[in-house]
Every structure is written in structure tokens, then in C-alpha cells.
């Protein structure tokens, strides 16, 4: 099991077990690996307690109805494959705030992570009105030859650059 200890894995292992997922994912429910419907369930599950009317009542959630699903299941799978994986190969960041980050924006671990989350919440926004994640559109998408998954990988890398761009500029950490 030493091999699980590493810190980084070959590329091409990891896309052949993605490629292995999807087909196991499309052998055994029919249907292509995501993780934004998973996330909007969650949401459908939440927003029952306090309105549960209004889930009942809503389109979206009579189409994916908010309960733990294997997709559900995916997205916390995932969630502890990244925790087990950075305990067991100990690979965690020594500091909070990436120098690059500290140099533009400051030092503020709070500052860093309220803008983590604030990009999550947009790329999940954008994930949903565009009906699919990276997961879906991008891995399956593209496993599927669909047109969507290949404009979607065209568009994550031009705006990933444009983005990067525009916070960051052409600043380095290196000397």
C-alpha cells in the first residue's frame, strides 16, 4: 500500500481510472459521472426543512428529487479520498496563504478562504445554469465524443488563463 503514500500520481493512471469510473458508472445506473446535481440535492435537502412546500412544489426538484443518491454518494467519496489522501501521503500546505496569493492580496487565511468560497459558489452557479459541472460536461462530455463536453474543456482552459490573468497578472514567486 505504499503507493497510496505518494503525493503525486501518474496522469495517466488517474485518466484511465476516471475512464474506468465512467464506465462502471454508465454499466451499472445508465447514467454519466457529475457533481453539481449532487450539490443542488443537497441544497433541495436542506431548504425541506425549513420550506418544505416550496421543494414540493418546485420543478427542479420534481425532475432530481433532493435525496442521497449515488451521485450524493460520489461527492462525498470524493471529499474523503482527498482528506485520506492528504493525511496519508502528507502532503498538506505548510502555510495557509500561497505566496502568491500573500504578495497580491495579503496574509489574511480568512481573506483566502472566504475567496475560495465565493469562487466555488460562482462556479457552481455557472455549473448549473450551463446543466452541468466539470464532472459531467467535461469528463463525460467528452468520454461520450458530445460537442458540449469538448466547447465546455475549450471554454474551463480559456477562461482558467483569462482569470488567472486578470487576478494574478505576470507575477512570480520565483527568483
Known amino acids: 500500500m505504499h503507493w497510496l503514500r505518494r503525493k503525486r500520481w501518474s496522469p495517466y493512471l488517474v485518466g484511465a481510472l476516471i475512464g474506468v469510473l465512467s464506465w462502471f458508472a454508465f454499466w451499472t445506473v445508465d447514467r454519466p459521472i457529475g457533481v453539481s446535481t449532487a450539490v443542488a440535492r443537497t441544497v433541495g435537502m436542506l431548504e425541506?426543512?425549513?420550506a418544505p412546500g416550496h421543494v414540493a412544489s418546485n420543478a427542479y426538484f420534481s425532475k432530481f428529487r433532493p435525496a442521497v443518491d449515488w451521485?450524493?454518494?460520489l461527492v462525498l467519496g470524493m471529499a474523503l479520498g482527498a482528506f485520506v489522501s492528504s493525511r496519508?501521503?502528507?502532503?498538506r500546505p505548510a502555510e495557509?496563504?500561497?505566496?502568491?496569493?500573500?504578495?497580491r492580496f495579503g496574509a489574511s487565511p480568512g481573506k483566502r478562504y472566504a475567496a475560495a468560497f465565493l469562487g466555488g459558489a460562482v462556479l457552481m452557479f455557472g455549473a448549473r445554469?450551463?446543466?452541468g459541472?466539470?464532472?459531467g460536461h467535461g469528463i463525460s462530455g467528452s468520454l461520450q465524443l458530445a460537442l458540449s463536453g469538448w466547447v465546455f474543456f475549450a471554454s474551463l482552459f480559456a477562461s482558467g488563463l483569462v482569470t488567472a490573468f486578470a487576478v494574478f497578472g505576470?507575477?512570480?514567486?520565483?527568483g
Do not use: H, K, Q, Y
Open 88 to 91: 496519508m501521503s502528507g502532503d
Open 133 to 135: 459541472c466539470t464532472s
Open 71 to 73: 451521485e450524493w454518494m
Open 48 to 50: 425541506r426543512v425549513v
Open 96 to 103: 495557509p496563504v500561497p505566496a502568491l496569493w500573500r504578495a
Open 170 to 174: 505576470g507575477e512570480s514567486t520565483r
Open 129 to 131: 445554469l450551463a446543466g
